[in-house]
């Protein structure tokens, strides 16, 4: 046994620390669970959506157009779910190995966690996009003050996104630039 390898207090602490890492595990398994939740609402409002489409009570386009956009509402929750899921769990918790995999989506390859936040905030521009859409669509029937919070949140939302996307091109560069120093 060399001495390199001899356990030591401080050793048995960095595995156990870096073993921690497993804790988040049963929560991208939560987040599964959650993304069938979304998979029942999407059958719920679909069924919904074709009942009033062809039942005896025809709806109006603008409540159809409602429905659908609740309906890519739901898929850009669902979207957001899969690349915290499985972004989340391949920078966080482990290695998927999924690099023969012909189903591999191509982000995942270069995933970190800057990126990851990116893409989960423009995610939440989408949807939030979608809500201020439906809000548009239905806006006869709500206060105007909700909408003036509604675009003012979409704003911030933007806002935000375009931050952290500065923040971690600044990052990047320092990185670059350390590396071409060493």
Known sequence: MSLHSAPTPARFLQSFIFAS??????????????????????????SHLVSG????????????????LGLID???????????????????VSRLELEDHPDQPEWLSHVNAGVLKIKLSTAIIGISSIHLLKSFINAGNLPEHTLYWQVAIHLVFIV?????????????QTLILQHNNH
């Open 74 to 92: 739901v898929v850009m929750i669902a979207n957001l779910l899969i690349m915290v899921i499985v972004g989340g769990y391949e920078t966080f």
């Open 160 to 172: 935000s996104a375009v931050a952290m996307a500065l923040v971690d091109k600044i990052m990047t």
């Open 53 to 68: 489409a062809f039942g005896p009570h025809k709806m109006t386009e603008a409540d159809i157009m409602l429905i659908v």
């Open 21 to 46: 890492r497993w804790i988040q595990a049963p929560l991208y398994v939560g987040l599964i669970v959650a993304q069938l939740v979304y998979v029942w609402l999407f059958m719920v409002e679909l």
